[in-house]
């Protein structure tokens, strides 16, 4: 059975700093697409960062770009997000999603999804 688990959010205050953890089970992920979402209370649903590694392809939601960072650990079967100068704003439930190819990724229907992690940033 294939897992994604989410874990590392928690509170912190503004201008600081959480490295999101995704960790997947039941199969290698290393030529997958996989890729961040965040949902705030209210809102819908919105791509945070995406990755496949398979070209070093990467995107940024302008609101993230220069402060996070998606990478991952092959060896760990592992994906993470690295948020630095976090705002406010970053407030919301992150999941980590991952597919075999890159638009299921980025149109927000990947096949495999975690549970969310809270990510709350106090001003």
């Known amino acids: 059975q294939v897992q994604l688990v989410e874990s590392g959010g928690g509170l912190v205050q503004a201008g600081g700093s959480l490295r999101l953890s995704c960790a997947a089970s039941g199969r290698t992920f290393s030529d997958y697409s996989m890729g961040w979402f965040r949902q705030a209370p209210g809102k819908g649903r919105e791509l945070v960062a995406a990755a496949t590694w398979s070209n070093g392809y990467t995107y940024y939601a302008d609101s993230v770009k220069g402060r996070f960072t998606i990478f991952r650990d092959n060896a760990k079967n592992t994906m993470y997000l690295q948020m630095n100068s976090l705002k406010p704003e970053d407030t919301a439930v992150y999941y980590c999603?991952?597919?075999?190819?890159?638009?299921?990724?980025?149109?927000?229907?990947?096949?495999?999804w975690g549970q969310g992690t809270q990510v709350t940033v106090s001003s």
């Open positions: 999603a991952a597919d075999k190819t890159w638009i299921p990724v980025v149109a927000g229907t990947a096949a495999y």
